[in-house]
């Protein structure tokens, strides 16, 4: 079955950097579309970051030149180098994956399999 793991979450002081890392397994990984998703307490779900089979990206203007999704098709692994982390950057982060995407975006009804995610924390 797919699975994803999630690692690399903590706590950081603000202007911090962290890199997150999702494992996969059980489908092509090579080929699909991987993102990286948040939900802070109260707020709705929102996409971060997002990478396509050929390694096209596409990053929310919240966090556009602080944080690089990259993959590695080797290791079956999604990154995400996020830099100069802000408290509002505080929420759980969740890989997941679209294994038949056409088109690269971040809206989650386009994924099909989840993370359980990892805990960002970002004080002042």
């Known amino acids: 079955q797919v699975l994803l793991v999630e690692s690399g979450g903590g706590s950081v002081q603000a202007g911090g950097s962290l890199k997150l890392s999702c494992v996969a397994s059980?489908?092509?990984?090579?080929?699909?579309?991987m993102g990286w998703f948040r939900q802070a307490p109260g707020k709705e779900r929102e996409g971060v970051a997002g990478?396509?089979?050929?390694?096209?990206?596409r990053i929310a203007d919240a966090v556009k030149g602080r944080f690089t999704i990259s993959r590695d098709n080797a290791k079956n692994t999604l990154y995400l180098q996020m830099n100069s982390l802000k408290p509002e950057d505080t929420a759980m982060y969740s890989c997941?994956?679209?294994?038949?995407?056409?088109?690269?975006?971040?809206?989650?009804?386009?994924?099909?399999?989840w993370g359980q995610g990892t805990q960002v924390t970002v004080s002042p």
């Open positions: 059980g489908y092509t990984y090579s080929s699909s579309c």
């Open positions: 990478i396509g089979s050929a390694y096209s990206t």
């Open positions: 997941a994956a679209s294994p038949y995407c056409r088109r690269l975006d971040l809206d989650a009804m386009s994924y099909n399999y």
